[in-house]
């Protein structure tokens, strides 16, 4: 019998399990995707020219909250977990409320979604959102470059565009970003690495991205998004841990799969984090995955001008998604602020617009700061609206991109920048060249 299945994600995830699980299996038969994470998802579809020939219709999406009711008007038997970032408690309600209304609930084992490539691949992923993935991918790019070798990065999905415009994007100027409309999310992600002359694919169909990587690459770089696993069955696999969460290694997934999976597991922000946490987490990952290589790193912090921050009152301004469902209530630009002496953080609640308003709400434990949302042209305007009423001194944007080409500001901006840097021995290039040796 063909089972009747509803894939719960967040454009994402979700799609490349179909893509490479369900979309051809006769075993199957997918009703519906759910959505949840992601603003204005819902009530699209996917596609037909990305759904194959047992879907000539496409496949709807639907809100996350009508789960249930998609589950009994439609005699569903089945439910795939396919979203990243979520707490295992979480993840056992949606498994609850799936069982109680009659079907089967699922989380596709990581090595069935990896697809093999030609070439080299290293992945570079993380137990949480936020934990400095983004900045190691970057460092592995450079060391990768500096050994002459050709690198593509291959990023994690964020389609929240028009998906049969996205089946696969390649990136490889900052023009390329603005032509294709990027989010504020994916200009964060890409503009960064092709700064760096290095190329980008993401988009949708990743079996097709990967053939079209693998024709200008050596070395392809998994980017992992969120603490989602690898899309690609790497050559060497990067975690990265963040001790200021010290603990969520082993409480959301699919984090703790990536601890448990990694080669080589990369405990971040030593530099502002307190040492007891740091140790916490390195005896965490020694008593889970023994077998990995353990290197400690700085998320060293930096801003061109900071005799402009001390004694200001600033807006600080932080990437998106590490404190909406990072759920971290401040990053790299809070600590700039504390340590080049700004007087005081602005508080830009009482001057929210728009869609900013349900963000503080779903999001009630982030700071005294402002997340760079920017999903849509109109939430860019909100974003825009509320630094510009925010009475403040300066804004201090800690998010990777220049925030002054996507929104006018009508206040001086001091931008702040995070790296990667090794902390100690041994480093990042020792641990790629000792582990991987004649591949590379």
Not at 30 to 50: E, K, N
Not at 161 to 181: A, Y
Not at 341 to 368: C, D, E, M, W
């Amino acid at each position: 019998m063909v089972e009747k299945v509803i894939i719960m994600g967040a454009a994402g995830r979700d799609f490349h399990n179909f893509n490479v699980y369900f979309r051809d299996n006769e075993r199957y038969q997918v009703i519906a995707f759910t959505a949840t994470q992601i603003p204005d998802i819902d009530g699209r579809v996917y596609p037909a020219a990305l759904s194959g020939k047992r879907y000539p219709k496409g496949i709807p999406i639907y809100s996350d909250s009508r789960l249930v009711e998609l589950i009994n008007t439609h005699k569903i038997d089945l439910v795939a977990f396919s979203y990243s970032d979520v707490p295992h408690v979480e993840v056992m309600h949606k498994a609850s409320l799936t069982t109680a209304a009659g079907a089967d609930f699922i989380i596709i084992g990581a090595p069935y979604t990896m697809l093999n490539s030609k070439k080299t691949v290293i992945s570079v992923c993380a137990v949480r959102t936020g934990c400095g993935k983004s900045q190691t991918s970057r460092k592995v790019i450079q060391i990768l470059q500096a050994m002459g070798k050709r690198v593509v990065s291959v990023r994690h999905p964020m389609p929240y565009g028009d998906l049969t415009q996205q089946i696969v994007q390649r990136f490889s100027s900052r023009e390329d970003i603005t032509r294709q409309r990027c989010t504020i999310e994916e200009r964060e992600e890409y503009e960064p690495v092709v700064d760096m002359g290095a190329v980008v694919y993401a988009g949708v169909d990743y079996g097709l991205i990967l053939e079209a990587a693998e024709k200008e690459a050596d070395v392809i770089v998994w980017d992992g998004g969120n603490n989602d696993t690898p899309f690609f069955k790497p050559d060497l696999g990067i975690v990265v841990f963040d001790p200021h969460r010290a603990g969520h290694e082993t409480c959301y997934h699919p984090g703790e799969t990536n601890m448990l999976m990694a080669d080589v597991a990369v405990i971040n922000k030593v530099d502002s984090a307190q040492p007891e946490k740091v140790e916490q987490v390195r005896k965490t990952i020694e008593a889970n995955n023994p077998g990995a290589a353990i290197i400690l790193a700085d998320s060293a912090v930096s801003v061109n001008e900071p005799d402009q921050v001390k004694g200001k009152r600033v807006l600080v301004v932080e990437d998106g998604p590490t404190l909406t469902h990072g759920e971290m209530s401040y990053g790299a630009g809070v600590i700039a602020a504390r340590r080049f002496g700004a007087a005081s953080l602005a508080n830009p609640r009482p001057y929210l617009k728009g869609t900013l308003v349900k963000t503080f709400q779903s999001y009630p434990h982030i700071g005294t700061l402002l997340p760079a949302m920017g999903y849509s042209s109109g939430q860019i305007r909100d974003l825009e609206d509320t630094i510009n009423d925010c009475p403040c001194d300066l804004v201090l944007s800690a998010t990777p991109i220049d925030l002054t080409a996507v929104v006018k500001v009508n206040k001086p901006v001091v931008r702040v920048r995070y790296s990667y840097q090794d902390n100690s021995s041994p480093t990042l290039e020792d641990v790629i060249r000792n582990k991987l040796g004649d591949r590379l």
